[in-house]
Every structure is written in structure tokens, then in C-alpha cells.
């Protein structure tokens, strides 16, 4: 059991990346405005939150490359873009959080840095490799509406990621720090 424990943060990543997919499926039409759609970023929001909270386990660095392999398979049939971005958000993450205070309200602007981040070089590649043809304003009012939803995102995971990344970090044994 303890083993478990050691990998829940991956298997609540799992379960994050098919609520994206269900909630992209399910509740699309509440995310569109006119022409333009929102995408549905638990994942990595829930990746940047994980980097925040935990800014020590070099092994959740780890964790996002996988996380992202799987993401790119399970949603582009290709891999590429999560598999640089969740990686290096993560890092970067972890990097920024050393500086930030422990508040709500700055995790929550890193985190839309982030997802504003995202939301730009998946553009980038996907237009480059020829994948989608959207205009420069579609994907600027896209990348506003993305980050309304953000935020609504972020604010019901905040403390559920936050509580299993201090509970469960990625494959550290916590028995041995409880008494």
C-alpha cells in the first residue's frame, strides 16, 4: 500500500487528463463564445500547481514529461507539445515558487502566465506543422476566454492539488518523515 501512496499524484494526473477530455466533450458548447472556443487545461493547470506547492522533488519533473507523452498521445496522436511544455512548466514552476509568497493569488497569476504560455506554443506548433489554420485573432480572443476558464479551473482543483502535493509527493516514501 505504501507503493500506492507514492504514485497517486500520477494517477490524479490520469484522472485529470480524461476529465479534460470529458469536459471538452461535454460541456463544449458552455465554453465557446461566438466563433471563438476555450480549451479545457486541468492538466496542466494541475502540472504548474503541483510544480508551485512542491518546489523540492526533482522527481515531478519526471512526472510532467510523462504526463505529457501521455497527454500528446491521448489528445493530438502526436507528441510534442505537452511533452516540452509540462516538463519545463513544471520546472519553472518550481523555480518561481522559491520566490512567490504561499498565496492564492500569486500561484493563481503563474498559472495564467502559464496557460497563456501554453495556449501560444501550442498555436505555434500545431500552425507550423499544419495541423490547424486559426488567425492570430482567433487565438488571441481563444486565449481570452481560456483564461476565464482558468481561473474557474484553478480556483475549484486549488486545494486538491495542493493537498496531494504536500501529502503525496511523487515517489517519496512520507512513511519515513511520520511518526
Known sequence: MRVFRQWILAIALFVALVLDGSIAFYL??????????????????GVMLI??????????IWLALGAGIVADIYSLG????????????????????????????SRLIVVLIGVSALD??????????????????TMLMS????????????????????????????LVDMQAYRQ
Open 78 to 105: 502526436i507528441i510534442g507539445v505537452y511533452t516540452v511544455f509540462l516538463p519545463l512548466a513544471c520546472w519553472s514552476c518550481q523555480k518561481v515558487a522559491r520566490f512567490l509568497p504561499e498565496m492564492f493569488w
Open 143 to 170: 486565449l481570452l476566454l481560456n483564461l476565464a476558464w482558468s481561473i474557474v479551473f484553478t480556483a475549484l482543483t486549488y486545494v486538491i492539488w495542493g493537498n496531494l502535493a504536500q501529502d503525496y509527493p511523487f
Open 28 to 45: 463544449h458548447q458552455f465554453m465557446t463564445w461566438g466563433d471563438y472556443g476555450a480549451s479545457s487545461w486541468l492538466m496542466p493547470i
Open 51 to 60: 510544480g508551485l506547492f512542491d518546489d523540492v522533488n526533482p522527481k515531478e
Open 120 to 137: 501560444v506554443y501550442s498555436w505555434l506548433v500545431l500552425s507550423m506543422v499544419g495541423l490547424i489554420s486559426v488567425s492570430i485573432h
